[in-house]
């Protein structure tokens, strides 16, 4: 209930000052037209006399309060309705009927009521440079010392020139045009005010928003009306009055009234700013825990890698030595006094460079300074040992340089791994390869010279039955004619089957070059080459693709399944289709025709060589074809299998892998 009676007083309180504020200012305002309208050069000097004692006013105290306030800004804001204030004077003082410096000049008058607030609408947008730095009064002083001694020194030294120059431009409009100008600086100044409301207390950000509009709207009036019209020159002086009063309750009440209130600010801010370090360290010292917590983590973790580095060190089947840069043999592990068949402290005594074979022992030197010299930061070499028992073996050694351990503590680590096994394997591979390259030219030898000693007397039989065919077909009988014909096609059919031999024999021993093979243009050359029957139609249903082969054997493939399909076609019209479809890793092709088509019994023979399923009196085949086009897919890595149906036709099915 106290607190309730509370509230509604202090509401009540508020209510009747901002009354009694309203109606003070109502007087003031209503006073000041009658007065402007009864008297106006009388209004005119009391509005500017209380203009001129604010600024001084201001200026005086600003100076005074600084060590105390410490605000630049408010400071920098007196400083400036100072020197603003010897303009109003000077204004005040080259009035029409006032003139006491006796120029005699309306002109000049004007200018220095546009000097005046030109200045202050100038200073107004300086002042935000210091609501985050430091101001030096000092420089202050002096820089609006010579700004106003420049400007008013100059003004009377070229008055005559100057009042010229205005009168030819048209005294109103540059009155007019400097309104303007200043009319956007305080607009300017009242934008920079809003974006840097943050930065004030709300009594001080309320003060300078209601001063720089009353300024900028009198500055309006004098722009739209050139204070030709006596209501608005009141109305220009009274907004003008408004305005410095607004700067007298800023930068006068906000230092020498409530100095108190700016040390409670600015202890707020320290305060505040207190606070935040103290987050911050509070911050620090948990990330801090944090840390040294971490720390002894990764000192467990080091004492457990010690612990597993040392474990892998001695269990690991490969040889370790530790080595300094002059090749000296820190430690060794087990498996390396395995492989040497030295015990540890005779490797560290003899050091294991003494034991390399001198046939590699240049190389390995060569390459060791290298490595030392950080020219190279590792390397590995295949290289021989003697071991203690005078054995030769081969190793496999990596090297490598581990540098920034400590000042005074680099090395080496030399992995040795005993390969002498399999350079025993790779020496009897390569004599068994060697072996296999004589055997396979001893099988081409043989195959040429049986080809060649089987079709020579074959050429003779063949010679003989063509002689008796053509000199004696007219002394010979049917019957003779027939056995001899049967003869001629036996000797033909021998010689396809020796044919056929060599090159079933020649598909995995003899190696073309691998070339890009486009097997749209392959297609094509074959199917022209078969020359199929008119009432034959081959049709490649889908593009195919590039592949890397040997082109002899690719050209084999299409070849032999195309004639296969050419040769059983038992229709009136036979259709072959070639088709191909991307699997992955393979190209996947077909051979499909309408034909007589094979029994699922018959899918496996039909690749073996020397089988046929049609009698060969009815049909020549060597039997041979099927079995090299398997042999040639599956030599270069694919697969080929068969779907058919009796009576309705056959597809070969074939991959080729794209990376051969």
Known sequence: ??????????????????????????????????????????????????????????????LNTYAMSRDSYLTFLGIAFGFVSIFEFLH??????????????YIINILLSVLSK?????????????????LSIPLSLLTYTLLTVLLIGGGLYFRAPLIQYV???????VFQGAELLITILFAAALVLLIINRRQYRNKVYK???????????????????????????????????IAFFCIYKTVIQNTLRNPIDSIFYELEGVKNELAEKNYEVSKTNEKLKRDIDDLHMVEKLLRKSKAWSRSIFEGSPVGIALLTTNGAVIESNPALERILGYSSSEIRNIGINNITHIEDAEKDIRLFDDLV????????????????????????????????????FQFIIAMIEDITQDKENEEKQLQLVRRLEETNKELDNFAYIVSHDLKAPLRGIGSLANWLVTDYRDKLDKEGADIIDLMINRVERMKNFIDGILQYSRVTRVKENYVDLDLNKLVGEVIEMLAPPQNIQIKVDTVLPVIRGERIYIEQVFQNLLSNSIKFMDKPEGFININCQDTGDFWEFSVSDNGAGIDEKYFNKIFMIFQTLQPRDKFESTGVGLSIVKKIIETNGGKIWVESEVGKGTTFYFTLPKNP
């Open 373 to 408: 010299d950080s020219n190279i930061d590792s390397y590995s070499i295949q290289k021989r040992y003697i071991r203690k028992d005078g054995e030769v073996i081969w190793a496999n050694v990596k090297m490598s340089y581990i540098q920034n351990v400590g000042e005074d």
């Open 118 to 134: 030109l200045v202050l609408s100038i200073s107004i947008l300086v002042s935000f440079l210091f609501l985050r730095r430091k």
């Open 207 to 241: 003060y300078m928003i209601l001063a720089v509009l009353s300024a900028g709207a009198s500055d309006v009036l004098l722009t739209l009306n050139g204070a030709e019209d006596d209501v608005i020159n009141i109305a220009v002086h009274i907004l003008k009055f």
């Open 1 to 62: 209930m106290i607190t309730y009676i509370k509230q509604k007083t202090l509401q009540q309180s508020k209510l009747l000052h901002f009354l009694g504020n309203t109606l003070i200012w109502g007087v003031i305002i209503a006073s000041a037209a009658l007065l402007g309208s009864y008297n106006n050069p009388t209004f005119h000097t009391i509005a500017e006399f209380f203009t001129i004692i604010v600024g001084f006013t201001a200026f005086i105290i600003v």
């Open 92 to 105: 005040v003082f080259t009035y029409t009927g006032i003139d006491v410096l006796g120029l005699d000049s």
């Open 167 to 173: 009168n030819a431009l048209g005294a109103l409009r």
